[in-house]
């Protein structure tokens, strides 16, 4: 029974957590791109973040076991 509730619940906590961490994405991406002036600086924020989520996100999803 535990199995078939889990089987479920999986893709709807998954689903749910995605989107949710899509919005708080693109909120953080927009609030950024008006607070940060210039060109380079953009593009220099843009490989930090891009660089952290690269080493976080294998990071989290293997201690969440997906």
């Known amino acids: ?3 078939i509730i889990e089987e479920f ?3 709807i906590v998954r ?3 995605s989107d949710q961490t899509h919005a708080l994405f693109v ?3 927009n609030w950024l791109d008006t607070n940060i002036a210039g060109r380079t600086t953009k ?3 843009g490989i930090i973040l891009g660089l ?3 080493f ?3 990071i989290v999803t293997g ?3 997906f």
């Open 1 to 3: 029974m535990a199995s």
């Open 9 to 11: 619940l999986r893709p």
């Open 56 to 58: 976080s996100v294998p």
């Open 43 to 45: 593009i220099v924020i």
């Open 27 to 29: 909120r953080a991406a």
């Open 15 to 17: 689903s749910f957590l």
């Open 52 to 54: 952290a989520a690269f």
């Open 63 to 65: 201690l969440l076991g």
